[in-house]
Structure formats: C-alpha cells, structure tokens
C-alpha cells in the first residue's frame, strides 16, 4: 500500500475498460453472454486506410515525429475542422495525440491546478472525474433535466461557477446518454460563460458524426470569436473510421493550451504513433462514405433496441439523439428480487443479475455518475442485439 501515491489511490480504474475484461474473461471461461459494454463501432477499420498504413510503415514512415504531430496530418486536421465544424485554426492551434483520451489528460494535466473545480455534466464519461482528480482538480458534477436528456442548461451553468472554476467539459454528443447538444442549448451555455473570461471549455466531438434522425452536430467553437478563443474541440478517428486500436485523437484550441498540451506530450508519449498519424491523414482527407454507412445502421440498431427496451415493463428508455448507445431507467426495477432471492437494490445489482441470469452484460448508470439507469452498447450485430433485448426482457418478468 505504500507504495501507491495519494494520487493514485483517489481515482478508480475506468469502469469501461473494467467491463471490456469482466466480458472477455466470462467468455473465455466458456459463458455465453452477449456484451452490450462495447464503446467502439464493431466494423472493421476502412481498407483505404489501412492501405495508407501499410504504405506508410514500408516507406519508412516509421521514426518519431513532432510532439504535435506529423505537418501532413496537422494540415489534414486544420482542413477537417473548417470544412466540417466552421473552427479557423492553423498548423499551430491543432495537436495530434494518443486518442482523444490521450490529448484530454495532457490538457487537465497542464491546466488544472489543486482545488480548481471542473464543471462536468452528468451522467459523464468514465475518465472526465478521475482525470481532474490526478491532478487534485475537484469535479463539479452539473446534473440537466432527465426529461430533457439531462442536457444542461446556461442556468445549471450559472448556479455552478464560483471563482474557482477552472473548466466546464462538454461532451456532445453524449456519451451514455446520446444527447445531441442543438446551436441554440450551445448558445444558451455560452452566454452563461460570457461574464466568466476566464473559465476554459472543453468540447468533446468524438462522436460528432453520430447523429440522427436528421439532426446535425454542432460545434460550440464555431458559435463565434470570443467562446473560439478559449473552447479546446477534442476529436479523434477512434469512433467516426472504427480506429479505436490505432489510437489517435486530435484538438484545437487557444495556442497557449494546445503548447502546453504538447510540453506534457513531449515528456510523455513523445508522439502518436507514426504510422497512424500516416493512417489518419487518409481518413481525414477521404470521403465520409463510410461513416455515413456506419451511422445509418447504427440508426437502425438504436430504433429496434429502443422499441424492445421500451416494452418491457419497469423500464424507460429515452430515444438516443445520437453517439451509438441507449440509456434505460430501470429505477421501477429497484426493489424486485431476484428468483434466487437477492435484492435488486440498485442499478449495480441489476448489471449483475443481467450478466449472471441472462448471460448480457451492461454497464451500471453509477459508473457514468447516474445511478437507476444502464448503459447498453449499439455496437453489435442485429441479431446479437436483439437476443440480449429478449434475454432481458425475459430476465426482468422473471423479478418479484
Ligand atoms: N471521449 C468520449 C466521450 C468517449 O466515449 C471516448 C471513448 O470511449 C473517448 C473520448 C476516447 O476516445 P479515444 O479512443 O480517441 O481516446
């Protein structure tokens, strides 16, 4: 126990990645179960991308590159973000790291001091509170209207800044809950930073291209100068080119952020992996096809779970605006026992009963700071996905 720093005992490991293993090891020991914990796209990596790393890796493409990355993959990133986002910026203002993840760490690492307070809308990503916390950072969790997707609002905002906040992480669209954040809410938001120049946001658009029915991502950033000039946009190939393993993920922002953001780089990671970089360039500069084609099915999937989910009684579940997961109330669940006799006190017992009696494996709402809810993944084959509705379905008529 001595050995372990204060720091590192006052974070958890990323529930995610926890539930990626418990899966794997369940399967391995020969369970049949169905994992609805995924948080990549279960499509394969587009060929032309892969062929530019193949091409990329024997061409000698493989030696350390500037901390911010590769001037090819900077300028593929500046092009990326005015086309599609509405953000100016230059190959000084943009970064290259290790995934999104990579580049929000080396932001707060850079950024936050202890007992500066981090604003961060619930139900959160996993890694956003622990994060902060390494670097003594408080979370402020901000909780919106669950009737609205619990999206915050310029109030919520308001009522949650002292004077020592530091960042607000905005996360649109959401991952658990799929909340696709509109220009106007964005608007509503910025006007409640307006008074407070000081306080930095952080956009995080890994999910940008998963939206739908008809709606369309919008960046904070783009609203206008002054909210551009201390918005730090995250994104990454990870979820919009099924790049998750290649690991790389890229930002904008202020200069000053984005040089100490390479600082931690360069005493950290050095830089990302060269011949990803090689490989994102390709997939920033191709065509949206395949996204396009990933995100319909996506789409498709959520319209099924979301009808089968909704019909079992005792379980709500709001029509994700986008990202690729549904998250289910199943506090009218919470009481029941279990056939065996257990207590399903919680949204934690229930994740159990589910991977234990149904053989399907989800994440409990307390892991993303909400609890009475569950997280099920999209990213899984239609037929999988709908045998894990109907095991639930059948493991919940079988509750008391
Ligand atoms: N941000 C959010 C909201 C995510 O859900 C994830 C991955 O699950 C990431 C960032 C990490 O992305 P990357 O693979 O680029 O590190």
């Known amino acids: 126990e001595a050995i372990l720093s204060a720091r590192v005992k006052g974070i958890q490991p990323s529930p995610s990645v926890a539930a990626r293993a418990l899966v794997s090891s369940l399967k391995s020991k020969g369970h049949e179960i169905i994992g609805l914990t995924v948080g990549e796209p279960d499509f394969g990596t587009p060929m032309h991308v892969v062929e530019a790393a193949i091409v990329g890796a024997t061409s000698g493409k493989t030696r350390y590159t500037a901390g911010a990355g590769i001037e090819e993959l900077r300028s593929a990133i500046v092009d990326k973000f005015d086309r599609e986002n509405g953000i100016k910026s230059d190959l000084n203002t943009v970064t290259v790291g290790t995934g999104a993840k990579q580049i929000i760490f080396n932001a707060l690492a850079a950024t936050v001091n202890p007992g500066d307070e981090v604003l961060i809308p619930a139900p959160y990503w996993v890694s956003y509170p622990d994060i902060v916390k390494l670097y003594g950072g408080i979370p402020v969790v901000l909780t919106g209207d669950p009737d609205h997707d619990f999206k915050i609002t310029g109030d919520d905002v308001r009522r949650a800044i002292t004077p020592r906040t530091k960042w607000l992480l905005l996360n649109t669209p959401t991952n658990p809950t799929g909340a696709v954040y509109t220009r106007q809410e964005l608007q509503d938001i910025a006007e409640a ?160 009963y589910l991977a234990e009696e149904a053989g399907v494996a989800t994440i409990a709402g307390t892991s993303f700071g909400m609890p009475g809810y569950l997280r099920c993944s999209l990213a899984i084959e239609e037929k999988k996905l709908d045998e894990a509705c109907a095991r639930i379905a059948r493991a919940c008529h079988r509750l008391s």
Not at 261 to 288: D, E, F, M, P, Y
């Open 193 to 352: 930073l307006r008074p407070y120049p000081d306080i930095l946001i952080m956009t995080d658009e890994i999910y940008e291209h998963f939206t739908f029915d008809g709606r369309t991502h919008v960046s904070l950033a783009s609203l206008d100068d002054e909210i551009a000039s201390r918005c730090l946009t995250v994104n990454g190939v990870s979820k919009a080119f099924a790049m998750t393993g290649w690991r790389l993920g890229y930002a904008t922002g202020p200069a000053q952020i984005i040089g100490a953001i390479n600082k931690v780089t360069s005493q950290s990671t050095t830089c990302a992996s060269s011949i990803s970089q090689v490989a994102a360039v390709a997939a920033l500069n191709g065509s949206r096809e395949f996204v396009e084609a990933m995100v319909e099915v996506f789409e498709r999937r959520r319209g099924r779970a979301w009808t089968q989910l909704n019909a079992i009684p005792g379980i709500e579940c709001a029509k994700a605006e986008g990202a690729f997961y549904l998250f289910p109330n199943i506090m009218k669940l919470l009481g029941c026992s279990a056939p065996n006799g257990k207590d399903i006190e919680s949204d934690v017992a229930l994740a159990e």
